[in-house]
């Protein structure tokens, strides 16, 4: 017996062929019915299923046509005495990839590479026959989809078809996208005669059958889309015009309606076109078909044929086989009992498109679409807290992706949805990583994911402790992990903006933990950390840091105490601080006026200053022509309040202006100071007051200097010196007159002048030799062993007592206080004890019954009382040089050009004279 068709199987010959049935075609899974026969009832299923078997077709050539593919199914179908009937299914091994579903991530490949990657874990043979280049997806997701649906979505996207060639031990996938590159010729030969008969199919014996050939030619054109326009958005490229059109007219009625694609899933202009050409072609595939009936046994989906003889000679041309239906059949018994072939039978329906074009599969796959959004965890590489791009983008790790590692691999950059988003500006607020996010996929795509939202979990739990501090919303921050190689760990500190809607405690509040850095609104309380709202702190407003804080105000800048209550008027609103100015500046005119109307002020200077306050207060004021808000015309400072302004330093205060300073008090102004009081004026200072001026120095003196020029001091009535003694010296002259009188002391003398009465009331008079101020000055006490002390000494010699009689006489020295501090009688060498004083003090010194002291001096002679003082005794040299005197320290240090002396010069010099 000769069998034409068989089968091999892993049970060798214990199974024998006896039918087949399925269909094949361009980008479908086959499914091969195939009935069997066999001896026994009882074989395993297990030894078949899952393995492969081939059918074998002997052809018209002598060569062999095989049909394999995976055992799905086996079982018993009926059995009768003699043999059992067995059913197969034979599937190709893609068909396996629809047993397995996954989430995976693919990044940074083109769909051959994607194609190659998950297929090749299957371990079955795969040929990419692919005439062009495919762009690199960034990022491509099989979504809760199988394998096979993943793989043929992905080529009916790029206009890839693929079929199965068939061997005697494999049957190979074959992934095609072009007809020359793609699809080889049919094997035994190209060319297929067209020969119509009736009868469908052919038995060996008989000579009157014409062979191999297509007895049923049945072309036929549907109406399609002849225009596919397509468009797409890429953020990269706001702008670009991504759209792409292409138009593939067939000529008929309605040919030219279009089909409008969005988006297209490209980002590129050229990908565009590529798209919009693959799904023209798509279009052509479905529109021109034609269907037919052959016994040639080597048809097989994938291949090219020629059709010939047709009587239509368009019709006479190359076709794709995009489809094949088997019918094979061999007869046991027949075949046992007739002739070789008389027991087969072959047939085969098939369809096939011109092959002027490629053939593109339909996108019958469904894409997956995501049911919602869902969450992820931020990524990124190890040690790192933020990882983002320069669009703001962040990887994420899905929670169904079981592959991804968790870092900066784990997904592509994903966009960040913001509260607001313009051109560099608006919200910004990255998810760092380790965070929770809400992700949502653009219409549903799950190649497409976007960021739209950040959740909190047990890891990363809210800003402020809940739900005691639930008044509290805002936003804050955590501090970085420092990467300057410090080791300072983040999350120590951060920032904070918190609106508090406490019950009648609201407030809100800006703060850094950075030197505790803050603005306070409203019912102020302390906010730290987590915990949320502390302590009450006040009411009102505080701005306050441990570290530099400065207000700078390019314009202008108000700090006032004016109330203005529920923000009423405008911010530079100053009416009450605007009126104090012009009152201020009104005073000092008003007093500079008077104060040049008494010549105490030069014309002009206080002018000046006036001036120069109306045109401040006019630039603070502003005017109408100046807007709804005309203040601070000029960047003035301005510092203003209801009450008063208190300024305090612990160290120095420092008022500087480059022009003038002007202080106005509508009272009194007190100046102190707990040291001095230092004034320096370049030009002059002028000092006026319109009733009184007073100076008074409580312990020292009071020094007033003009070291290049004079002082006046002028008074409409009368000017009054008192004081314990009286010092008046110049260097060259000194001048008193009055009412046309004077006296004049100079170096050549003294003269008094007068054109009325000269009249001097004295007791005594006395006049004595040539005297001057050195000499005077060599008569002031000296200090010794840090105590004041004082010997009498006429003229610094003890025996002038001896010259003046004294000698023998009682004498008594006494202080200030009458207190007698020495005693006794003038010895002979007239020499008198020291009395020491721990203080200045005044001694007198007593001999006999009279004082001997600075108005109570014994004389022996007196000269006329209307003498002219200025006699010829003025001029002898009368002790020009007398010996340096021991006396009382009573000037203060630094010496003294005061007569404090123990006995005047002018009663010594009157008694001496009298001696003469």
């Not at 990419?128 to 280049?133: D, I, M, N, P």
């Not at 041309?317 to 002739?339: D, M, P």
């Not at 105490?600 to 109306?614: M, P, R, S, Y």
Request: glycine letters at 10%; proline letters at 5%.
């Amino acid at each position: 017996m000769t069998r034409r068709v068989t089968i091999q199987t892993p049970l060798g010959e214990a199974l024998q062929f006896h039918r087949l049935a399925g269909r094949e075609a361009l980008s479908r899974l086959y499914d091969f019915e195939v009935d069997l026969l066999g001896n026994s009832n009882g074989i395993d299923a297990k030894m078949l299923l899952g393995k492969p078997s081939t059918v074998a077709v002997q052809t018209e050539s002598g060569g062999t046509r095989y049909l394999g593919g995976i055992t799905a199914f086996f079982g018993l179908a009926a059995e009768d005495a003699r043999q059992s009937f067995y059913r197969m299914r034979l599937r190709p091994w893609l068909w396996l990839a629809t047993l397995r579903s996954d989430f995976r991530i693919f990044q940074d490949k083109s769909v051959p590479h994607i194609l190659a990657e998950v297929l090749g874990r299957y371990g079955y043979p795969v040929e990419q026959r692919l005439s062009r280049e495919y762009r690199v997806r960034d990022y491509c997701v099989q979504y809760h989809e199988s394998d096979f649906s993943y793989v043929s979505r992905l080529c009916e996207l790029e206009g890839i078809c693929y079929y199965f060639r068939h061997e005697a031990q494999r049957h190979v996938l074959v992934f095609a996208d072009d007809i020359a590159a793609s699809h080889d010729p049919l094997p035994g030969g190209e060319t297929v005669r067209f020969h119509p008969s009736e009868k469908a199919g052919m038995t060996g014996g008989n000579r009157a059958n014409p062979g191999e050939r297509i007895f049923e030619w049945k072309p036929g054109e549907e109406v399609r889309s002849g225009l596919h326009f397509t468009d797409d958005y890429d953020f990269l490229k706001p702008a670009a015009d991504l759209s792409s059109q292409r138009q593939a007219p067939a000529g008929h009625t309605h040919d030219d309606f279009e089909c409008y694609e969005w988006p297209g899933g490209y980002t590129q202009h050229d990908d565009g076109e590529i798209h919009t050409r693959i799904r023209t072609e798509e279009q052509l595939s479905e529109r021109c078909v034609a269907s037919g009936r052959s016994n040639r046994r080597e048809l097989a989906p994938g291949h090219v044929f020629e059709l010939a003889n047709h009587p239509r000679d368009d019709q006479n041309r190359k076709y794709l086989l995009t489809s094949v239906e088997y019918e094979l059949q061999e007869n046991i018994q027949a075949s046992e009992g007739a002739g070789a072939g008389e027991g087969s039978v072959q047939r085969f329906a098939f369809e096939a498109q011109p092959a002027d074009h490629a053939w593109r599969p339909r996108r019958v796959t469904p894409r997956p679409r995501t049911r919602g959004p869902q969450t992820a965890i931020v990524v990124g590489p190890k040690n790192e807290e933020t990882w983002t791009d320069r669009h703001g983008r962040i990887k994420v790790q899905f929670h169904w992706d079981r592959l991804g590692a968790r870092n900066e691999n784990s997904s592509c950059w994903v966009r960040v949805s913001m509260s607001w988003a313009g051109d560099t500006f608006g919200t910004a607020a990255l998810p760092r990583v380790g965070h929770e996010v809400v992700v949502d996929f653009l219409n549903g795509d799950p190649d497409c994911p976007i960021v739209t939202g950040r959740v909190f979990n047990a890891t990363n739990m809210p800003a402020w402790r809940l739900p005691d501090q639930a008044n509290l919303s805002g936003i804050r921050s955590r501090e970085l992990r420092a990467d300057d190689g410090s080791g300072r760990a983040g999350g120590a500190r951060g920032n904070h903006l918190a609106l508090d809607d406490h019950p009648g405690k609201i407030q809100a509040q800006l703060k850094s933990d950075h030197l505790c850095s803050s603005l306070s609104l409203g019912h102020i309380g302390r906010i730290d950390g987590t915990e949320g709202r502390a302590d009450d702190r006040g009411e009102g407003a505080e701005l306050r840091t441990d570290g530099h804080a400065s207000v700078r105000a390019a314009k202008g800048l108000l700090l006032t105490t004016e109330a203005r209550p529920d923000a009423q008027a405008h911010i530079t609103d100053l009416g009450e601080t605007v009126a104090r100015l012009t009152a201020a500046r009104d005073l000092h005119e008003r007093q500079s006026r008077t104060a040049q109307e008494a010549k105490a002020h030069e014309a002009g200077d206080q002018d000046v200053v006036t001036q120069a306050l109306k045109e401040q207060n006019d630039a603070i004021k502003g005017g109408s022509e100046h807007g709804a808000f005309p203040e601070l015309r000029e960047p003035h400072l301005v510092l203003a309040s209801a009450a008063g302004i208190q300024s305090t330093a612990a160290g120095a205060t420092h008022i500087a202006s480059i022009t003038h300073n002007a202080l106005s008090s509508g009272g009194h102004t007190s100046i102190s100071a707990g040291r001095s009081f230092l004034v320096s004026v370049r030009e002059a200072a002028r000092l006026f007051a319109y009733k009184a001026i007073r100076l008074t120095a409580a312990t020292a003196g009071i020094d007033i200097v003009a070291l290049q020029n004079s002082i006046n001091l002028l008074a409409r009535l009368d000017i009054k010196q008192e004081a314990d003694r009286i010092s008046i010296t110049a260097r060259e002259e000194i001048v008193v007159s009055g009412g046309g009188s004077f006296t004049r002391w100079n170096r050549a003398g003294i003269v008094h002048g007068t054109q009325g009465l000269w009249r001097e009331h004295a007791r005594t008079h006395s006049y004595a030799g040539p005297m001057d101020m050195a000499k005077l000055q060599r008569m002031e006490g000296v200090s010794h062993d840090d105590r004041y002390s004082v010997r009498f000494a006429p003229l610094g010699s003890d025996e002038v007592f001896g010259h003046m009689a004294m000698t023998g006489l009682p004498y008594r020295i006494v202080d200030e206080k009458q207190q007698t501090r020495a005693e006794g009688v003038i010895p002979e060498d007239g020499r008198l004890p020291r009395i020491e004083f721990d203080t200045p003090d005044e001694a007198v010194l007593i001999v006999g019954e009279e004082a001997w002291a600075w108005s109570e001096v014994p004389t022996t002679s007196t000269r006329d009382d209307d003498s002219d003082a200025a006699g010829p005794e003025d001029s002898d040299g009368l002790d020009d040089d007398p010996p340096a005197l021991e006396g009382s320290k009573y000037a203060p240090p630094g010496g003294s050009t005061g007569p404090d002396h123990f006995l005047s010069e002018s009663s010594v010099q009157a008694y001496l004279n009298g001696l003469g």
